[in-house]
């Protein structure tokens, strides 16, 4: 591939853009020219792009039979052989991310959520049990990143005496590109010193060309398995359903749903994300980041778009294979912007994995309860996994049946909380919250033991206070402020 000199042309400005890779890049693995290859091809997509990628006289609301209820799924009963329908499964999680966010170094998935279990526990331990109970063979298949993959394989010789099969693969590498000059930031392919910063993983929807080049594909499809369910490995509601699997691969073949994606209701706490919709005859999802700025604000409506993606997403091996050979899934380009340490702005090229629905035969929606999207993206959802709330049994979470309402408090914790270490240091053991509806937490606040939170509670320390609710205590529809006064709410 030479200097790998990659030439295109924007059709806005009428001028050349010529994309040039350092003469450092040279020698490439074979992974790594897949990658640069991928690369070239989302770039220059990425430059003949015209607008949104939407029109938005065109969307309309999905035909009523094209979403699902999951009640109607569930009605059918399970036939005996559930157990064979179970080896036509594989599960993939997408481990590509780190915990960075929540202030841990390494795979966001070796965060430890509940009972000392991490994400990949619980994970195994969920599967593992599925397999015991019907004598099936489920594996599990882990799509790393260049950033997680290193210190998930080490992780996983802990799981060798388990009755699961894990595989790996990695997802693609990218170049980010400088946002004025659109040129590689990447001097070479290292990515340690000045490139530590200059490469990303470019999305789930990476899924299906890394998932083909690694040769996993081929290998399940030999093993006989038809479909794969994919979900994030922080949404501890992603387990695997029988009753969708059943609604799957009992289809008569012509007929036979090839993508199926689990949305749910949208509350206004899910107003930036994905929803479906009919567009050009086809059912397809629309993410914010491809809706024109000037109707951004009717997207985040709750009721003209009353349901939105889960990224839990059921999906026919063969047709994947069959997609992936004739190059048909267009997935939209989503530009992530970014700013590095050094302050330069850079834009890293992504694609959803769900964005493919539109691609293969007979796709459907199906409307699942909350329960089965339980994400721990900050440290206010790790308080509510870690409470009684939930039980954890198999290593699945479910809401307690103490827990009187079926929709869980929200939980706000300031910034004193972000980072895991501070969380875990501010509570001398997880409150009560069974009777909880709203919690609000700012500033120096800390936890004794054996804490009942209830109704609306909220605690604000203020800048150069500290609270300590002490051990025992019950707040109930209480403010409480810096000087520690306890008022009625």
Not at 41 to 47: A, G, I
């Amino acid at each position: 591939m030479g200097s790998y000199v990659a030439t295109a042309h924007s059709c806005i400005t009428g001028f050349g853009v010529c994309l040039f890779w350092p003469e450092s890049i040279k020698k490439k693995t074979l992974s790594s020219q897949r990658d640069l290859k991928g690369f070239k091809q989302l770039f220059h997509r990425f430059l003949q792009v015209k607008g949104p990628s939407v029109d938005w006289a065109k969307i309309n609301r999905p035909p009523e039979d094209s979403i699902q209820p999951y009640e109607r799924i569930r009605s059918r009963a399970l036939p005996e052989g559930v157990a064979s329908s179970l080896n036509k499964l594989a599960v993939v999680k997408l481990n590509g991310g780190l915990g960075t966010s929540m202030g841990c170094k390494g795979p966001k998935s070796l965060i430890s959520v509940r009972s000392e279990n991490t994400f990949l526990d619980l994970t195994v331990q969920q599967i593992e049990h599925l397999n015991k109970t019907y004598n099936a063979d489920v594996p599990l298949v882990l799509m790393n990143s260049f950033n997680t993959d290193e210190d998930t394989k080490k992780i996983l010789q802990k799981y060798t005496h388990h009755r699961v099969k894990i595989y790996t693969f990695n997802q693609s590498r990218y170049p980010r590109i400088n946002k004025e000059s659109l040129l590689p930031v990447a001097t070479s392919m290292g990515l340690t010193g000045e490139n530590s910063e200059a490469w990303y993983p470019p999305g789930h929807g990476d899924i299906y060309a890394s998932f083909h080049n690694s040769g996993l594909l081929e290998q399940l499809l030999a093993q006989g398995k038809e479909y794969i369910f994919v979900s994030n490995i922080d949404n501890l509601g992603a387990t695997v359903d029988l009753h969708i699997l059943n609604h799957l691969v009992s289809q008569p073949a012509e007929t036979r749903c090839e993508f199926v994606m689990e949305v749910t209701d949208k509350t206004r706490a899910d107003v930036k994300g994905g929803t479906l919709i009919e567009y050009e005859g086809k059912l397809r999802l629309l993410e914010i980041a491809q809706v024109p700025k000037a109707h951004v604000d009717e997207f985040k409506s709750v009721t003209k778009f009353k349901i939105f993606n889960t990224n839990n997403l059921w999906i026919s091996l063969p047709a994947i294979k069959r997609l992936h050979k004739q190059n048909a899934m267009d997935l939209e380009i989503i530009v992530n912007p970014k700013t590095l340490n050094g302050g330069l702005n850079v834009i890293q090229l992504e694609t959803a994995v769900g964005a493919a629905i539109k691609s293969f035969d007979n796709a459907l929606g199906i409307n699942v309860p909350r329960s089965r999207f339980l994400p721990v993206k900050t440290s206010s959802d790790l308080l509510l996994v870690m409470s009684n709330l939930y039980r954890l049994e198999a290593g699945s979470l479910t809401m307690s049946e103490k827990r009187e309402f079926p929709t869980t408090p929200h939980v706000k914790l300031g910034s004193s909380f972000t980072k895991v270490q501070d969380f875990l240091r501010r509570f001398e053991s997880i409150p009560d919250m069974l009777e909880l509806d709203h919690l609000t937490v700012s500033g120096d606040v800390t936890f004794g033991k054996q804490v009942a939170l209830k109704g609306t509670v909220i605690i604000i320390a203020n800048h150069g206070d500290r609270i300590d609710i002490p051990a025992g205590a019950m707040l109930e529809n209480k403010i409480v402020s810096g000087n520690l006064r306890i008022l009625d709410h």
